[in-house]
């Protein structure tokens, strides 16, 4: 049997662009906004206007303009008792004003342990069984300080949305912040980025998991696009959940599996996998590293760190959202620790000949079957989390007023088929497209945009920041830092897809792909 080479772990990035939203009420040529001593007020083009408008799914916000002249009643609002996304948090606001939410705000019934385990769910994705091999283009010094260094960066970037988001208590969502603070153009460009990353990361979990289903039952020989169909059918009844509260039980089983599948490798590798020779064996500092080659391994670690696009969705759903910065308690210690053993535990043992995909050393027979099992169990979960994000989007833009009816018909058939539709559109994109993994590696350098970029502009226009001048620098040198590992990853990608776009046996998107076993499988019991 043959499988496709692609590296699905290195890079379990993310990206494609969705959605026009309906509801976003467009002003006139000149849109002001306020956002708590934001961006001040931009002219843009009505046309261009509305169509970076349309992009902020997520916000469902109206100017300040509109109350004045009366705009909220043509749209069927009472001006006086509307709630918006941008409403900030005032003392001399009508106080049973800030105690009421948009409609399409989730219920805030989640504690931080809860949000922690669902973090923890969503960003220890299938990059975790990969890092081993960015370890190996940096070296021992390079990896160990990327491990140590570049969780407390995405944390610091993570709190720098918590506290941004701490006047306007409404803001759901990176688009609704960003438009607070920034303006609607900017948040229509953080509203392509993030779905982008989702449309994409929600494709490479379908196909990564189409692979562990196919590895489960490496004696079966079908297509990887038969097995991702299966993986569809397979998800639709957890899709069906619509908090990602509700997922707090899925997500602690999630860990425990990842957990037993990692120790599996890692035992193998460290009992079988050969002494590597000189020039495969692990090295302090990696030698002819150049900057597209370092930067694609930090975007690596990056991503292995990060989920900034949905933690504004998270504290939304918290009884307590000043308690967020608690949740990396538990994921600090629980990241950090994991990664470091995969990482250096893998490459330690095989040096440059660590596998891609850290569960292919384990050879075939049971152990790897349930290795594999775990793994899909896993990826079907990650899957969950940013299909719920994306699906909710989508709900609120198509039906806000329902997107938390529990109860009606046509609430939960609207769910169902946007659910459906998400997961097949996702099995579409991972199977028919060639270099599917390149492209995946072009979308994780744009990553950091989400990541260290964003987060960082976004407070930069806050209110908070005239009162931390001194913390400017250090936040535009985050920002910097970001634009590199972007640009430099993204210039990686580009000579990869050039390299291979001649390669016969890179394989075209929609053939029959199959899973190629690096082993030969056991023989038949006697």
């Known amino acids: 049997m043959a499988r496709d080479d692609f590296d699905i772990g290195v890079n379990n990035n993310i ?4 959605g026009s939203s309906s509801e976003i009420v467009v002003g006139s040529l000149a849109v002001s906004h306020d956002g708590g001593g934001g961006g001040g007020g931009e002219r843009t083009p009505l046309l261009v206007e509305r169509f970076l408008g349309s992009l902020s799914i997520g916000s469902h916000w109206q100017s300040s303009s509109h109350a004045s002249t009366g705009d909220e009643a043509s749209l069927g609002h009472e001006p006086s008792s509307s709630v918006s996304c941008c409403d900030p948090r005032d003392d001399e606001l009508d106080a049973s004003k800030m105690k009421r939410k948009p409609e399409h705000a989730p219920p805030a019934e989640a504690t931080w342990q809860q949000i922690a385990v669902v973090i923890i769910a969503e960003v ?49 969502s990176m688009m ?23 449309s994409t990361g929600l494709g490479a979990y379908l196909l990564t998991a189409a692979h562990a289903l196919a590895g489960t039952f490496y004696d079966v020989d079908a297509c990887l696009s038969t097995w ?19 997922t707090t039980t899925l997500c602690i089983w999630n860990a425990f599996a990842l957990l037993v599948a990692i120790g599996i490798a ?78 250096l535990t893998a490459y330690g043992h095989a040096g440059k000949g660590v596998p891609a995909f850290v569960i292919d050393a384990i050879p075939l027979g049971a152990s790897y079957r349930i290795a594999q099992l775990l793994v899909f169990f896993h990826i ?55 270099f599917f993994d390149l492209i995946i590696q072009f979308c994780g350098a744009l990553y950091a945009l989400i990541t260290l970029v964003w987060p960082g502009l976004i407070w930069l226009f806050s209110a908070e920041t005239r009162r931390r001048r001194g913390e400017r620098a250090l936040v535009a040198l985050v920002c910097a830092f970001g634009v590199l590992v972007c640009c430099f990853g993204v210039y990686d990608a580009l000579v990869s897809v050039s390299a291979r776009r001649h ?24």
Not at 15 to 18: A, D, E, P, W
Not at 383 to 409: A, C, P
């Open 15 to 18: 990206v494609s662009s969705i």
């Open 124 to 172: 220890v994705g299938v990059g975790v069984l990969s890092l081993p091999v960015a370890v190996a283009k940096v070296g021992w010094f390079g990896g160990v300080t990327l491990l140590l260094l570049m969780f407390p960066l995405n944390v610091y970037t993570a709190l720098l949305l918590w506290r941004a988001r701490r006047p306007f208590p409404n803001a759901i």
């Open 176 to 198: 609704d912040l960003s438009q607070c603070t920034v303006g609607r153009t900017f948040s229509g460009i953080v509203a392509v980025s993030v779905f982008a990353k989702v």
């Open 228 to 246: 991702g169909l299966a993986v569809v059918v397979i998800l639709m009844a957890p899709m069906q959940l619509r908090t990602f509260t509700s």
């Open 266 to 343: 890692i035992v193998y590798i460290s009992t079988t996998t050969p002494t590597p020779t000189p020039e495969m064996a692990p090295v302090m500092f990696a030698k002819g590293v150049d900057a597209p080659t370092f930067f694609g391994a930090v975007s690596t670690f990056v991503y292995a760190y990060g989920g900034h696009y949905m933690y504004l969705e998270l504290m939304s759903e918290m009884a307590e959202p000043e308690h967020f910065p608690r949740v990396f308690w538990i994921n600090g210690p629980f990241q950090v620790g994991l990664y470091s053993l995969v990482a």
């Open 380 to 434: 079907c979960v990650s899957f969950l989390i940013q299909g719920m994000f994306m699906s909710r989007w989508i709900h609120v833009t198509v039906s806000k007023s329902r997107v938390n009816d529990r109860t009606s018909w046509r609430a939960s058939l609207e769910w169902f088929c946007i659910t459906f539709t998400v997961t097949l559109v996702s099995w579409v994109l991972a199977t028919s497209i060639p």
């Open 503 to 526: 390669d016969p046996d890179a394989g075209n998107g929609g053939e029959c792909r199959k899973l190629t076993l690096l082993s030969p499988p056991p023989p038949p019991a006697t």
